[in-house]
């Protein structure tokens, strides 16, 4: 679904029972745990109530939770990401192909390809790759598709979906040696930029009305590239 505009999942805080509306920018707002959804200051305030129980397993339970904070709110952005990219391909078919509402089995289809568990596959494909390969190809799709027609094999909704999954599946291993290659460019930009202002301050005095940490800053990075 949507929310001003943007893809979201819908939840109620386990603590204090609000609806709230969860986006790829608002994740970190969010915990999910124990198979409820809570906002973070919620779940927070929760751990440190309970924490102070005189029930030893409830306070045994909730002391380990604050002991593992961090690696529960990893674990519950891992979760929550994976639901809003299902959610934002969701809104992209139906935006790409002019739906109203997803086959059931076409969607059962895409689960099957999140899990790796789609004839012919060896490993899933994440949902945001999924939804970038789409949108990267759809232009193509769309151009295969209107090929087919002009030869007679027009295809129902249904049956495009199917066969569009199927291209998008097949391509997915050349998908990930192009993004391998374009981690690899993006390295060597960045380094190229960091040679560039090392060789701006080779040699220079750095100017006086410099603030500390951005000579700091300088010298880390110096010692980046160098070793």
Same mark, same amino acid.
């Given at each position: ?81 994976? !639901?809003?990219?299902?959610? =934002?391909?969701?809104?992209? +078919?139906?935006?790409? #192909?002019?739906?109203?509402? %997803? &086959? ?82 993006? !390295?060597?930009?960045?380094? =190229?930029?960091?040679?560039? +202002?090392?060789?701006? #301050?080779?040699?220079?005095? %750095? &100017? ?20």
């Amino acid at each position: 679904m949507r929310y001003n505009g943007k893809s979201v999942i819908k939840r109620k805080c386990g603590k204090c029972g609000e609806t709230f509306y969860i986006d790829k920018d608002s994740i970190n707002k969010a915990v999910y745990y124990d198979k409820k959804t809570y906002h973070s200051e919620c779940f927070e305030e929760i751990s440190y109530k309970r924490a102070k129980s005189k029930n030893t397993r409830i306070y045994s339970k909730w002391i380990w939770i604050l002991e593992n904070m961090n690696t529960i709110k990893k674990e519950s952005y891992t979760h929550l990401k994976t !639901a809003v990219y299902k959610e =934002e391909v969701y809104d992209f +078919i139906k935006d790409a #192909y002019d739906l109203t509402v %997803i &086959p059931t089995c076409v969607w059962q289809k895409i689960s099957d390809i999140y899990a790796g568990a789609f004839r012919g596959m060896t490993k899933g494909i994440p949902p945001e790759y999924l939804l970038d390969m789409w949108r990267r190809k759809i232009n193509m799709l769309n151009g295969i598709a209107e090929k087919n027609s002009a030869k007679g094999r027009e295809m129902n909704p249904d049956n495009r979906l199917n066969y569009d999954l199927s291209v998008l599946v097949n391509k997915y291993d050349s998908y990930l040696k192009w993004l391998e290659k374009q981690k690899i460019i993006q !390295a060597e930009m960045t380094l =190229e930029n960091n040679e560039n +202002i090392v060789q701006k #301050y080779i040699g220079q005095d %750095i &100017p006086e009305n410099n603030e500390k940490e951005e000579k700091e800053d300088i010298t880390d990075l110096i010692d980046d590239i160098f070793g």
